[in-house]
Structure formats: C-alpha cells, structure tokens
C-alpha cells in the first residue's frame, strides 16, 4: 500500500501541476496571443513525455544523477528567459559557474559514490537560488498571471534551497523526492516555454517590422494628392487611396472588390491586360465618375514587384488642366478680337520704331487712318516736349530685363494738330523685341482735376471759416463769418442772414456788395426765405419771375439760393441773372452752413447751460448759487442799504399732497413771477430751496422792502381768487445799513423773521386751506353741507349709543364731515358722471381714501382722523379697498361712517341713482351685515331708526 501510494502520489501530483500551467498558459494566450497558446501545446506534449518516462523507468542513482543535471540546466535557461522576457536582459556570463556543482556530482559519482547525495543537494540550492531569481523578476511584471508565475517559483525555489535539511535529517528525504520530481517536472515544462517564446519573439519583432512598414506605405499612398489603385491578378480593386475614389466620385468601401472595368467603360478587362495579366499602359481615358460627370483622366499601371500578379495604377484627374489648355487656345483668338475691339487706343511698335499694328481706337484717337499709321514711327504724332522721355523709357524698357512694363502722362498731337492729354502705357513683348504701345484719353480727366483742384482750394479755405466759427462767442459773429466767406469764396455778391426772432425772420448780415433795400425783415411765413426755413430744404430759383413763390424786393432779380439755417433762420444769395447758381454753389453753399449751423447751435447751447448754471429751471429764477456770487459782488459801499427778502411758500406740502405735483410745480411759478412782478429790475429773485425764494435787493432801504412783501401779499391774495388752489408766502426782511455789518447775518436775520411771520400765519392758513376743501368738496362732488350734518348727528348718535368718548365723538364728528376730501383732487367729470362708471373710472374713484389720507396727515387739525378717512371703504368681509382689511381690523370710526354714508346715499338719492324707500333701505342694510357692515354696528343702527332716534 504505501509502495503503491510512493508512485501514484508523485503521478496525481504532476497532473495537477499540468492543470496549473495549463490555466497559466491558456490565460497567456489571451494576453499576448494565440502564439503563446501553439507554444504551450509544443511544451504540455514533450511534458507528457516526460511524466511517461518517469513511470517507465525504475529510480536509480544514475537516472536521478542526469534528471539533476537537466534539473540545474533548466533552471539557468528559465532564469534567461525571465530576464529576457521581464527586462529585456540577457543572462551574465558569471553565472556559468553554477555548472561547477554539476561537475563535481558527476567526479563523486565516479570517485565517491557514498557522498553523491551530498552533491545533489547542492545543485538543488543553486537550483532553488536561480527559481527565486526568476520569481523576482516575474514579480516585477503588473500582468496578473507574470505575477502567479513569480510567487510559484520563488516557492519552489525556497524549498529547494533548504534541501540540505533533507540531508541532515533522512526522514524528511521521501518528502523532499516528491516535492524535488513535481519541481522538476514543472520546470522542465517552463524550460520548453522559454525556449518557444525565445524563437517566437524574433518571429514577433520581425512581424512587428513588417507591418510598420505595410502602415509607413498605406500611410504615404493615402497622402498622395494622385489617385493610387492596386489590381489583383483578377482584374479586381484589391485597394484604392481616399485622392482616388474622390477622383472617381465613389467610396473606397465602394470600390474595393471592383472590376477594372471602372477604368474601361465597361470594356472586357482582356483588353487591356497583357499576356503576363499586367495592365497596359492608358495614357489618356475619359471616364464617368459616381455622379454621372465625365471626366478625363491620365493614368499609369506599374507592376507591383518582379513575379508579382498585382498592378500598381497611379491616375490623375486631367480633366481642368484639358479646359485650360482649350482656353488657352480660345484665349489666342479672342485676343485678336479684344485688341482690335477695345476700349482702349493699342498699337505695336517694332524694334526701328515704326508701328506695325494697330486698332481702331487708335483710328479714332489720332486722327490718322490704318494705312497711314502702318509704317509711322511713333514720334510724329508725339508732343515735342514728351517724345524725349519716352524715347528713353522706350529704351530702358529693352534693356531691363527685369522690368516688362512702364506707365506715364504725355500730350499727342492728332491729325488737325490738336493737343490730347493720354495715358501712356508701354508693354515689352519678351522674345520679340516688340513693345505695346496702349494709349487712354484723359484730357476730360485733367479738366476735373483742374476743376477739383479749384474746389479743393475752395473747400480748404472754408474749413478756415469753419474753424473760426468754431471759436465763435457770439450769434453775430456767426453771421458775419457767414457773409464773408460766400463773398470771398464762393463769390456770390448779394447774399444775407436771416435769424428767426419770432414769427420773423430778421436781417443779421448781408454782403457789402448786396444792391440797398433788396434785404428786409420778412414774416416767416412768406417768400422763398420763409418756405425754405418751414421745409428744412434748400431751394434753387433759377427765375424769380416764373416762381409763385419769390418776391424779390427789386423787380430785376431774377436767380436766388435759399438754404436754411437749421431751425434757426436762412441764408439767401441773389442775383440779376437767370440760372446764375450752379450746382457746385449749392453743394458748398450747403457745406458752409451745415458749420455755421453747428456753431450757432454750440453757442446757444453754450448760453442755455449758462443760463440753466445761474437758473432755477422750474420757476425761471436764480438758483441759489448765482443768489449768493451776487450778493458778494453787491455787497460794497455803492449799493448799500443791501436788503435780503425771505419766502417760504405756504402749504405746498398739502397742495403736492392733494393735486399733485405737477400742481404745486404751477403754484412756485406763479408765485415766482408775483416776486419778479413786484420787484424792480436791480433785484436778483432767486429760489433758496424746495419751497423757498429769497431775493436780494440793492439800493433798498428796509421801508422799500416792507411795501415790496404788501405788494407781494396782495397779488397771492388776487391770484388765488382765481387760482384751483389758494397762494400764500410768509415773507421775512432784514437790511444792511453800513460795510461792516455781515451779511450773512442779514440773511439769518431775514429767514428767522420769515420763519416768525410764517407761525402765526401758518395757523390761519390751514384755516382757510381745510375751508377751501371742503367748498371745493361740496362743489366738484354730490357731497352736501345737509349730507354732511346728517351724517354727524347719525354717527354721533351711534357712538353715544355704544359709549364712545367725547373725544372720539368729535373725532366721528369731523370724519362724517371730511371723509371724502380726497375726492377734491380727482377730476370732475369722473366724480359727476350719471351713469355708471368703467373700471378706469372706478379704479381712479378708489384713489381718494389715499389722497384724503395725505391732505388729512399735512393738516395737524386733522391727523387724529387719517386712518379714518384712509379706511372708510373697508368692508367686514375684507373686500373693500385701499388696504383689503376684516373685521375689526378696520377702525371703529370708519366702519361707523361707513354704514350712516351708505344709508343716507340710499334714502336721500344721487343724480346717478333714485332715492330708495326706508323699509328697503333697512333690508339692504340687513343683507349686507356681515359682507360690507359691522354686524352688530348695524343692529344698533337699525334699533335707533325703529325707535325714531335716527
């Protein structure tokens, strides 16, 4: 049994190691290629032989001796192919010496055969050294299955390394013999592996090679700007570069496993296949591309290598290159046909200088005849004083080499002797010693130059003008420079400026050479002056006598030029000759008063911005920065007594609050020009703040001031009769006497003044304002005095009622008198409308809680109701407006309010609406408790009418 087990154990082993190396190898092959798995059938099969030989052949010391020295050989080749194969390595020559162990177990067999054992354990530590070498290296691949490999031998070679255990302890020697046959075996196996990749791997660098150079040729082919075909020996397109199937108008895809007869037009490829089935040369073929476009190609066949059934076909696509060469061809014709039909004068001089071509421009040109220009040196018909200089350019033209071609201005004397400025072009033809001779006619040309050389001078010593316009300060100065510069520029004679000073437009300036009396102030709505200045254009009259329009002053002006001065005024020239303006006087004329126009408007936008720095733009007054320069500059002996007048307008919080501000903008105005009104011309009316004005008063005594404030009183007082609002101004006058009182003390003195008058007046004041509301109230609205008694006594009776306090009930008192004087600012025809309103209407109806909120809020007298009146169209059920409040939200007072104004409306009628029996009036109030009334405010209300106490 244990016999039997010694040699089936070592076999079940060296299966299972198979099984290993078979897992190892196969994954190899997945990694590296299917190489590695034909290398692993060659190894696994000489491995099988192996396992084969070891069960057929007894153990023996002679069998073990050779199986150690193939065991240490195998070794040293796996660890080259590991160094191979990991690093790159080749095996050091030193390590040669591990044979030497092999060589002295072979003399101990010979020599000592006792102590063989001993050797062989020495090769198997050398052995194991060169597996643990192997190991490291396969360790240092990331491959996983390099890394398998590593840890296997590094195992093994541990184990073999420590053999000389066995040695020393013999029981451990039949563990160590079966461990040492599956090492064994299994590196015999590796032995075989190393030595297959060894070979494959040149096969591998060779392939590698081949292909690079297969990829540098396709590579090169598919860059070729030619189309590149390879033919197989079939006659099919094995391959075909991206330049040729863009050529042919196909895919490569497409034509990839074609026949030749893509190049035949459908002809048997036999045709044109030689005997050895290589392609004859085409040097020319048209063909159909994809498109169905014909195009001509040329193409070459090569033959791919000596023996080779394969044919290179290198075509270009000549088909532009055949349409230019027709073109050129066609180009020589028209040539001829250009030359003799141009535009241009051409002819052909010869090396003697005679002419030996022309055309029939040059016919025209000169004068001459063909047959009397053939034959004729050039320089006849040359002026004299250019036939020098192009003599010489004549000449420097054959000789450069370099230069083909020169370009000059000369004078030609035609047949009749007259003189023509030409263009001249000189043309070698090279080879021939032949010049071109292009002559172009631009006397006209020259005559525009002279003209617009003139024009330019004009234009130039205009812009002068401008720039001193530019300069200008005043309108006046403007004007003139206007004047001169269409005398000594644009040489109109009688020209003038008009500006426009209300409805008329008046005479500023006028030339010096202008006829007495023909330039007058004229209505703006009249003549030619007023119809140009209204259209904004310039009217050209050529005769006065046949224009509806003009009215000439003297009966013998017949022509006019009339350009408008922007929105400022006109300019108007005139002569005593028909047609006497041209179209160059209107462009100029135009010209120079786009710039005078600029510089008037710069000028009087420069003196609006000086006078909007020194002016109060709302009230037309000085601002108070002007205020206060002025009084430093009045302030000296000369002017003295120096009195300040303060103001401060009363009120105007509350008008901004109920009529807006556009009202109280219209209220500083007037109030404004009652100051200005009463104040004489010396004085300076300036406006201090918001709604302040002071006024510095020179050569006034304190007397003067004091009439000036009843004067200024009096007119507010007249004014406001009329006025939508009431004016009023709290005035305060202070005086300086002598130079060393400081004025700034005059000013504090004033202001405090004013600010005294201003608090006794201002009680009084709002007095009469909160009177003229509630007239004004009752005049624009349905709103009564009755109505607003009833009211009272209705809401007071309530609050006595539920015990409210006097002071409240006075409060009810005066909101059942006021709770719709907002409404004094709304408009009137919205507020009487009688019948119903739209929801614009409504929406500016529902604006006047909040402007009574305002009016109330600006009046002390009146701020303990503002809530009130703000409120008073709250509902219970929170659907009321401004605010949308519920319940008791809404103050007490207004929901008081609320229910007598509704009840009263109803019973007393408005002109919108009919009055409403009592009994109904009582229901409604029932139905709308709890949506629009206080519930229970209704309750005590309807018990007090029951009772006949309301």
Known sequence: MDAAFAHVMPLLVLIAFSLLMTIIFWNLSRLYGKKYLKLWTYAYGLYLLGLFLYLGITLSIEFLLGFNIFYLAGTLFLYRGALSFCSGRSLPREWTFLFLPAGISVLVFFLAPDYIYLSFYI????????????????????????????????????????????????????????????????????LITVFFYDNSRELMELEKRVNHEARRFMKLVENQDEGVAIIGCSGTIEFINTAGAKILGFSQDDLRGKDLKIFTEDKEP?????????????????????????????????PKGHGSLETLVIFT????????????????????NTVENAGTAMAIVEEDDHISMVNNQMEILSGYTREELLGKCWKEFVHQKDAEIIKNLYWQLREDKE??????????????????????????????????????DISERKQMEEELKTRKNKIERLHEKTLRMERAKKEEEVCQLIVESAENILDLTACAVDILEGDMLVVKARSEGSP?????????????????????????????????????VKTDLRSALTIPIGEMGVFQAVSEEVNAFTREDVELGEVLISHATEALKRIRFEEEIRYMSFHDKLTNTYNRAFFEEEMKRLDTDRH????????????????????????????????????????????????????????????????????ICQCIRENCEEIGVSNPVPISISLGIASKENTEYNMMNVLKEAEEGMY?????????????????????????????????????QMAVRIGEEIGLSEKILDELSLLAALHDIGKIALPEEIIKKPGPLNKEEWDIIKRHPEIGYRISDSIPELRSITEGILFHHEWWNGEGYPKGLVGEEIPLISRIISIVDAYDVMITGR????????????????????????PELVEIFIKLIEEGEI
């Open 123 to 190: 090769i198997y530590a050398c052995s194991g050294f060169l597996l643990f070498l192997s190991g490291l290296e396969f360790l240092q691949v990331r491959e996983r299955m390099e890394k398998v490999a590593g840890t296997f031998f590094i195992i093994a070679g541990v184990l073999l390394g420590v053999s000389f255990l066995s040695y020393l302890y013999p029981a451990l020697q039949p563990a160590f013999f079966f461990f040492n046959n599956v090492i064994g075996a299994t590196l015999a196996l590796i």
């Open 270 to 302: 036999e045709d044109f296949l030689g005997p050895d089935w290589q392609l004859k040369t085409v040097h020319e073929k048209e063909l159909p591309r994809g498109d169905g476009e014909k195009i001509l190609i040329r193409l070459n066949a090569i």
């Open 317 to 336: 696509d000549i088909t532009e290159a055949r349409r230019t060469e027709n073109a050129l061809l066609a180009s020589e014709i028209m040539y001829r």
């Open 403 to 440: 230069q083909d071609t020169v370009q000059f201005e000369a004078q030609i004397l035609t047949r009749e002797g007259i003189k023509k400025e030409v263009l001249t072009n000189l043309r070698v033809i090279q080879e021939t010693g032949q010049v071109i001779l292009s002559l172009i």
């Open 516 to 552: 007495d009396g023909i330039y007058k102030d004229m209505p703006v709505h009249e003549g030619l002056a007023g119809k140009a200045f209204r259209s904004g254009e310039t009217i050209l009259t050529g005769d006065a006598r046949k224009n509806k329009d003009a009215r000439p």
């Open 640 to 707: 003295l007594p120096l009195s300040v007048i303060m103001g401060d307008v009363n009120g105007l919080k509350l008008v901004n609050d109920a009529f807006g501000h556009e009202e109280g903008d219209r209220v500083l105005g007037r109030i404004a020009q009652i100051l200005k009104d009463c104040c004489h011309s010396d004085c300076v009316v300036s406006r201090w703040g918001g709604d302040e004005f002071a006024i510095l008063l020179p050569s006034t005594s304190e007397k003067e001031c004091l009439e």
């Open 756 to 792: 005294r008058n201003k608090l006794f007046e201002s009680t009084s004041f709002r007095s009469y304002i909160l009177k003229f509301f509630e007239k004004t109230l009752y005049e624009k609205s349905s709103e009564t005095e009755e109505h607003a008694s009833r009211l009272q």
């Open 911 to 934: 002109p919108y609406k009919k009055a409403v029996e009592k009994e109904n009036v009582i229901e409604e109030l029932k139905r709308s408790a709890g949506q629009q009334f206080d």
